[in-house]
């Protein structure tokens, strides 16, 4: 039985009780990791439907909102301001579409050109001694302790030569709540339990292969060196399936875990496997290098340092509750050496010099790679991405990654149908860096480090510099960022593979936080986007229309499609404003859309359902968009929200809830309206809305789910818990001093104390005159 649980950020517990719906995702394979070659007649239906959409709304601007002026005589303000607004929301919309096909023709062209480096070259590429250096980052926060080791051992067995992996713990050092603490404890021994098992397997191979470069330096390879180097490939193919075997399958992301990272890498030595006993076979063995680079890739697989760092533990890094500022925390403190200085507030980190002793060493690092902790990575991400940003000519590429794709196997409708919006997003994101466009989309990230020390901004806080490499001021960081490094002269480019996944939630509770946040801040970082472009201009830079077209598309289609789609639904244009060109302007949108979706594994029929799933996102963004608003006006900084991974069910709000049945009963109503005085077209659409919008609200919310979480809304409205009364400062005469506060802070004395002293004063002035 499913639960329903109000979750509070950090809530976490095991998936595994979740119900497969009807429904639900069937294929549980992911698409293949490079794109297939798009044919010559898909990529010629792309450009028609461009200048379908182009040419259909240009002639109902013409046919309709021109003659509509020029041929009435009869023509009454409240009309004209219609024809105004509808012309601003139609256009606005088709604007949208418009982007949605150009990005998608540009993802095809990409895919058509892609060819992916043989592995001989990427061998080639990294030669021994080989010695610059990635740096994992894992930013985690109260998260479940299987969901952390599937994203650590994903990042610990990419093939790399000098590899940290380092998990970030956001979680209160210090949980009052015992449960939390013991969670804490095991999250913070998974790097080092991690460690341990690889360590055996990685001294293997390094002794292996010092001694095979002993022999090979003294002859050629024998078929007695390819036998000894097949039975390390065969031991290191074993190693990974007995881990598969034994690894707990809780849920559809285990499945993910076991057959693509650890059953991939396996299946991909074993290809290996296959050359050399081939060779064997034929009497023959590849050069001395080629046997030295194939025995450096099992010791770069399985070698690997983990650590776990918490900034909550020392008071002089930023407590700042979102992820940027937990990634820029321990960036600041890379490439140098720390001690640990106690204080009356806590510890603090303070620079060693060079001849004293230290606490604390943080390497610098080439290469960071941000990794989500519910997300993962294929074989082969590190070495692709990192051997992309060092070829010719991509030395002011600051940020490649691939767009994550989402696990297939879903056990929910609306896990499914969100999978697909993000597969969708992945195609999108592809075409826009054919543009010039790419954002940077902060699930997974290969980042130079040189180009975030060009970003820092240092602040200097209680007498602590604070650095800020990824911008905190909105809670999409990664967007934010993505204008900052393109103001300073780097790129960005999305990697044309599929080789980074993350999870999707499971319900509509937790998609409320994740959607809410996604559509919070863009309006926001659009000004900046403005001001990179006059800073680009004098630089005499070019700049595409389409790359300025798709980024503020990017940045603010939420906003202006969820006011346009509350107008459409609420007022009651008139019938002369409709025309067939709108609808074939539209055409071309939900027809590729759905050719798409059927090249990611989903249905056509799918475009139904998602335009239901927007209908009952509406509130979501419009609430985002408001939050951008007046964060704007307050110029404050809002928490990052978790997304919440609960067992069972994760609580809606009550309002969120209710407004898709508002939209259903107002759609219905605007239909029986438009019925009765025969406008066909409106009454088409409210029908349309009406019908798509109930079929979400049941497939993808639930009428039972949906009337507890509407009741546990008006309760938790009613129900106020009662304030205690603010406590007065009491001072015990007999406490011990605090001497080290004392010296310490000095006077620490709040402004509200000070005025209160100050009112005293001139009370006692007042009775003495």
Known sequence: ??????????????????????????????????????????????????????????????????REFIDNPH??????????????????????????????????????????????????????????????????????????RKTLWSAALQEFGDLRVVLLIDDPPSPSDPQRLADLTATRGIPAEIERELAPVAARFEEFADRQAERLARRAATIGDVRL???????????????????????HTDVFFAEQVLIGLASELRLN?????????????????????????????????????????????????????????????????????????????????PDEPSDLDIPDSDYLLTLDADSMLLRDYCLRLVEFLEQQGNERVAVTQTPYSAYRGAPTRIERIAGATTDIQHTLHQGMTYYGATFWVGANAVIRKRALDDICQVEVVGGFPIRTYIQDRTV?????????????????????????????????????????????????????????LGERRRRSERILWREAALRVNYMASIAWASVGLIFLLAYPYDGRLLSPWVFLAAVPYFLLMGSDLRYNGYRFSDIF????????????????????????????????????????????????????????????????????????????????????????????????NALTDMVLGVVNWLW??????????????????????????????????????????????????
């Open 75 to 148: 023509l009454d303000f409240r009309f004209a301001v219609e024809a105004v607004f509808y012309l601003l929301v139609v256009t606005s919309l088709t604007f949208s579409a418009l982007m949605y096909l150009i990005a998608r023709q540009g993802a095809l062209y990409r895919y058509r050109d892609h060819t992916r480096v043989p592995r001989a070259e990427l061998d080639r590429h990294f030669p021994d001694g080989y010695d610059r250096r990635v740096t994992v980052l894992v930013p985690s926060y109260v998260e479940e302790l299987q969901v952390v």
């Open 476 to 532: 999409i960081e990664d967007t934010e960022s993505s204008i900052d490094i393109g103001t300073h002269g780097w790129s960005l480019v999305n990697y044309p593979e599929r080789l980074s996944y993350s999870a999707t939630p499971p319900d509509f509770g937790s998609l409320i936080v994740q959607r809410r946040r996604w559509a919070n801040g863009g309006l926001l970082i659009l000004p900046k986007f403005l001001v990179q």
């Open 720 to 769: 106020v818990d009662k304030k205690p009364a603010p406590a007065e400062r009491v001072v015990d005469p007999s406490a011990p001093v605090n001497w080290e506060a004392i010296l310490y802070h000095g006077d620490r004395r709040l402004a509200r104390d000070a005025h209160h002293d100050r009112d005293r004063r001139r009370r006692a002035a007042g009775r003495r005159s």
């Open 229 to 251: 180097l097949a039975a390390e490939y065969t031991a290191a193919a074993e190693w990974l399936e007995a881990r598969a075997d034994a690894w707990p399958i809780e849920d």
């Open 1 to 66: 039985m499913t639960t329903t649980t109000q979750a509070p950020p950090g809530t976490t517990s095991t998936a595994s009780s979740r119900r497969r719906q009807w429904g639900a995702e069937r294929r549980p394979e992911p698409l293949a990791i490079v794109h297939s070659r798009p044919s010559t007649a898909k990529i010629t239906l792309g450009r028609l439907g461009i200048v379908v959409t182009l040419l259909a709304w240009a002639l109902y601007v013409v046919t309709t909102i021109i």
């Open 273 to 353: 496997l296959l050359a050399l006993n081939a060779a064997v076979e034929q009497g023959q063995a590849p050069g001395a290098t080629r046997m030295e680079e194939l025995a450096r890739r099992l010791v770069w697989t399985f070698r690997a340092r983990l650590d776990a760092f918490e900034r909550k533990t020392f008071a002089s890094l930023s407590h700042e509750a979102n992820k940027a500022m937990n990634l820029n925390s321990y960036i600041g403190l890379m490439g140098h050496r720390w001690k640990k200085v106690p204080t009356a507030d806590g510890v603090v980190l303070l620079e060693a010099a």
């Open 609 to 704: 359902r998602i335009y239901g799933f927007n209908l009952v996102l509406l509130p979501i963004n419009l609430a985002g968009v408001l939050k951008s608003i007046q964060q704007a006006l307050t110029g404050e900084k809002i928490p990052f929200a978790r997304t919440p991974k609960v067992a069972g069910r994760t609580a809606a709000p009550g309002l969120y809830v209710l407004f898709p049945f508002l939209i259903v009963g107002f759609s219905a109503f605007t239909f029986w309206r438009d019925f009765t005085a025969q406008n066909w077209g409106n009454a088409a659409f409210a029908a349309l809305n009406a019908v798509l919008a109930a079929w979400a609200i049941i497939a993808y919310i639930g009428l039972g």
